[in-house]
């Protein structure tokens, strides 16, 4: 084989060595896009299992949690409401709500029952755009989906 040719086959080998030895893992990266409790508004979906209905002019249902004073404010399907949380890894504790005093037929029992699950809330989690909130028996209380 001429020294060319043998010069030729050598670099071609080391380049097929190379390649075989890199590796495919890809490490996944903290993904930049992941929803945390704080930063956009949830919208209810469901509360102690059952569809949350839009409140008054089709307005939906939701909470935000704000990080000045660990605040939270939202509107409960008639009345507005606001108060304060207390929130360490997936422990969440909600004050009680102070809300307008509005009154509402179609909403007013669906604005209780929020109301009573926010008060007994001690859990979250969030996965993709889904924020469930439990009791202390791990009990799903309510269910919302980012805005």
Do not use: H
């Not at 060595?17 to 979906?45: H, R, S």
């Not at 509107?75 to 890894?89: I, K, L, P, R, T």
């Amino acid at each position: 084989m001429s020294p060319q040719l043998t010069k030729i086959c050598l670099t071609i080998a080391a380049s097929i060595l190379c390649v075989a030895c890199q590796t495919n893992d890809v490490k996944p990266e903290a993904n930049p896009m992941a929803l945390t409790l704080t930063g956009q508004v949830w919208q209810l979906t469901s509360l102690a299992g059952i569809p949350a209905k839009t409140g008054e002019n089709k307005k939906s249902v939701n909470i935000e949690f704000l990080t000045e004073k660990n605040t939270y404010r939202g509107y409960a399907g008639c009345n507005n409401y606001s108060g304060s949380y207390d929130s360490s890894g997936r422990k969440l504790e909600i004050g009680p709500a102070r809300a307008t005093r509005k009154f509402c037929q179609n909403t007013s029992e669906q604005e209780s029952k929020l109301f009573n699950a926010l008060s007994a809330v001690d859990n979250y989690k969030i996965v993709d755009k889904t924020l469930t909130v439990t009791n202390d028996l791990n009990q799903i209380l309510a269910v919302f989906t980012a805005n």
